[in-house]
């Protein structure tokens, strides 16, 4: 759903990604640890960018804008005294100067709501509240704060765990601090938040005491509690994990595509797998893979950064790394390596080979053993493999070096020099018989065996 289908508002994101994630014991900031190859805070940001908003901003602390530098069309607000979350939001003003629309406030550590939550959570403002806020039913002794509604089933107020009287903690619709407030009001209520706690510290939930202090109504949409669990360890990381995992595998087969054991197939967040695609167990996805129709990939292959068109059939123990195209109907078997390489239609390279910085041209056909060597210590050259080649077992192609249409290496051969198309090149030292001479190398060392015993 756009943001045009929701309202007829403009919309402004505010992420708060001001906390260090101690929790975690890492160097590395909380939201910038990864799920499905993609930072925590890029999650974040995923599902609002579907409602088209006007305005990205994401809160950092001091010396923290990296996080914003990984979120394409993100503005960075440096919130420098951590005072609380309500804080967190006013640091966003400057950034946001001029902007008259709605605000929609996550948090930076909650990856996995989906696009439609959000959508339905802002067009619960539809009917004239001031203040909508994503609630979620949690079963389980938690400390979340509860969603307080009034007889007419309407939000009057969220109160903290520690807080809440006995029948207050009877409730299991709890609060997510997902919140969308109606542009009129927005900036208004933030700033009349006060700080008149045990901490000391301004709260974004207060939104709702405030605008029902005004006058103003108060609503709220709810999701399913595996889309707003936060991450504050590594043990939180591995349950987002496994969760995104499991909603991965499940679009892609409701897509078309076949696993045979999907709790054994890892995914990226950007995988994109065709109709009749065929994954065997133990295949991992990294980021950056495209893969066409009727395509068989077999077990323990892993891809990143791969397009791979119909037809082709990968693996088993297959590697194609960054910047690697495969042609239509190709074939890369067990035990092949490719980088920065393009795989004609048709091609083969089927066992025991490393394809770097290449070509392999329509029809070709590369041997066990074969490897180019692209590497001198320096720079990376180039290999051309022509149409309808085919490269013998155990050639090394020492690049930059072009292999015509049609041209044949000898097994064993290091080319060094270009191939005319549909010429053989042979580089072999001669073969020498020395007759007998295994006969009396054996004697020998049956004779020294006995003397040392």
């Given amino acids: ?10 919309l402004a994101v505010v992420i708060l990604a001001a906390g260090k994630g101690t929790r975690m014991r890492s160097d590395t900031p909380k939201v910038l640890h990864e799920i499905a190859g993609l930072p925590i805070v890029g999650h974040a940001a995923k599902a609002p960018a579907a409602l ?12 923290m804008e990296a996080i914003a530098d990984s979120v394409p069309g993100a ?15 006013l640091a966003a003003k400057d950034a946001l100067s001029g902007f008259d629309g709605d605000l929609m406030i996550l948090n930076g550590d909650v990856p996995l ?19 909508a806020v994503l609630g979620f039913h949690c079963h ?41 407030l109606a542009g009129a009001h927005a900036w208004d209520i933030l700033e009349a938040i006060d700080n008149d706690n045990a901490q000391g510290e301004y709260y974004l939930p207060d939104v709702v005491k405030v605008a029902r202090a005004r006058g103003l109504g108060c609503t709220h949409s709810e999701a399913p509690e595996d889309e707003v669990h936060g991450i504050n360890s590594r043990v939180e990381l591995a349950r987002a994990e496994g969760l995104l995992q499991a909603r991965l595998r499940r679009a892609a087969m409701e897509n078309g595509a076949t696993l045979i054991a999907p709790e054994t197939v890892h995914f990226s967040h950007d995988t994109v797998l065709g109709r009749d695609v065929i994954v065997e167990p133990n295949v991992v996805f990294g980021p950056g893979v495209t893969v066409g129709d009727h395509v068989t990939i077999k077990g323990f292959s892993h891809l990143e950064g791969t397009q791979v068109r119909d037809g082709a059939v990968l693996g088993p123990y297959a590697r194609l790394r960054p910047g690697t195209e495969i042609g239509v109907k190709a074939k890369i078997g067990n035990f092949v390596e490719t980088k920065k390489a393009k795989i004609e239609d048709g091609a083969k390279v089927n066992h025991l080979s490393y394809i770097g910085d290449a070509r392999v041209g329509t029809g070709a056909n590369v041997g066990a053993g074969t490897i180019t060597c692209n590497y001198d210590g320096y720079d990376k050259h180039f290999t051309d493999i022509g149409a309808g080649a085919f490269i013998g077992s155990n050639t090394s192609l020492v690049a930059p ?17 270009d191939v005319t198309g549909d010429a053989l090149a042979v580089e072999r030292s001669v073969q020498k018989e020395v007759p007998g001479w295994a006969a009396r190398f054996r004697a020998r060392k049956e004779e020294a065996k006995k003397k040392g015993a």
């Fill in 113 to 131: 709501i989906r696009p439609e939550t959000l959508a339905a959570l802002r067009t619960s403002l539809s009917g004239g509240a001031a203040v």
């Fill in 140 to 180: 389980d002794d938690h400390a979340y704060g509860r969603l307080i509604l009034d007889a007419d089933g309407q939000l009057d107020r969220i109160v903290e765990d520690k807080d809440a009287t006995p029948e207050e903690k009877t409730s299991t619709l709890c609060n997510s601090n997902a919140i969308v």
């Fill in 1 to 10: 759903m756009t943001a045009t289908a929701a309202s007829a508002k403009p």
């Fill in 75 to 89: 503005v960075a607000a440096v919130q420098h005294d951590r005072l609380g979350t309500a804080h967190a939001v």
């Fill in 401 to 417: 070096v072009t292999i015509g249409d049609g041209g044949y290496t000898g097994s064993g051969s290091v080319i060094t020099k």
């Fill in 52 to 63: 088209d908003p006007q305005k990205l901003v994401i809160v950092v602390g001091p010396g």
